[in-house]
């Protein structure tokens, strides 16, 4: 198994820039998937951005243009930047990673004015 846990996350206003971070307690990024998911209030989970241990990217149509997944194998962390944010990519956002299905515990982001 493998330990994830995201930070980043925050109140912003629309048009406003996160950036979201998930540090694993092994290299787990460098060799395997991640992904970034959330889960708006009273809706399911939803895949936001994946990205391959190669760096093949992809993403949600809700975010394309807006969002950038990516990753730093030495600092063994995955990056969710998020800008031109809108009220309705408020959600907890999840990272997770595609060799033992490991989650962490989530990250709010609420957009609001």
């Known amino acids: 198994q493998v330990q994830l846990v995201e930070s980043g996350g925050g109140l912003v206003q629309p048009g406003g820039s996160l950036r979201l971070s998930c540090t694993a307690s092994t290299n787990i990024f460098s060799m395997t998937a991640g992904g970034w998911y959330r889960q708006p209030p009273g809706k399911q989970r939803e895949l936001v951005a994946r990205i391959t241990s190669i760096g093949i990217t992809n993403y949600a149509d809700s975010v394309k243009g807006r969002f950038t997944i990516s990753r730093d194998n030495a600092r063994k962390t995955m990056y969710l930047q998020m800008n031109s944010l809108k009220p309705e990519d408020t959600a907890i956002y999840y990272c997770?990673?595609?060799?033992?299905?490991?989650w962490g515990e989530g990250t709010q982001v609420t957009v609001s004015s």
């Open positions: 997770n990673e595609g060799r033992w299905n490991s």
